[in-house]
């Protein structure tokens, strides 16, 4: 893919945090995964948004894992970056931990990946301008995973999945 310039991932790392509330919560006293599922969502198109500099839109969400629960007024923190960029796409990881009070050592409870698709303003699709710029060991290991799950995308949209 031929692009203008290069951002590192760190360019979009994007963290979110919110202690969870009463309305955050179902009647099992655990957090809403659906709720759960929306900060998600918002935070990977921030992520998504600073590395295209343009508007996005979610396409996909894959491997999404509930690991473990979350309760009232334990203190979420939503961590998310791009991982891959294509044409008019970006995949963007984004992990969720709960972060003890009086340790600060997080421990996780979801992750995700999210593709967003940058978009003009009437929501057409058009290229993102910056690559990624692969820094890390890490960063090469996410880029690999991701043409993995895009692959295996492709093979459940031709499947009629």
Not at 83 to 109: A, K, P, Q
Request: net charge neutral; charged share 30%.
């Amino acid at each position: 893919m031929d692009f203008e310039q290069y951002r590192p991932v760190e360019f979009s790392k994007t963290e979110w945090v919110k202690c969870i509330q009463y309305e955050d919560i179902n009647g099992a006293g655990r957090l809403y995964g659906g709720r759960l599922m929306e900060w998600m969502d918002q935070v990977a198109g921030i992520a998504a948004t600073r590395h295209c500099s343009g508007h996005v839109t979610t396409a996909a969400c894959d491997d999404l894992q509930f690991k473990n629960a979350a309760y009232i007024n334990d203190i979420l923190v939503i961590v998310a970056k791009v991982t891959f960029v294509g044409t008019s796409s970006m995949e963007v990881r984004t992990d969720v931990y709960v972060e003890e009070r009086e340790t600060g050592l997080r421990r996780v409870i979801n992750r995700a990946y999210f593709t967003e698709v940058h978009v003009d303003e009437k929501g057409k699709p058009q290229k993102v301008r910056f690559g990624l710029d692969l820094q890390s060991e890490s960063d090469k290991a996410e880029w690999e995973g991701a043409l993995r799950r895009r692959e295996m995308r492709k093979i459940r949209r031709a499947e009629g999945f």
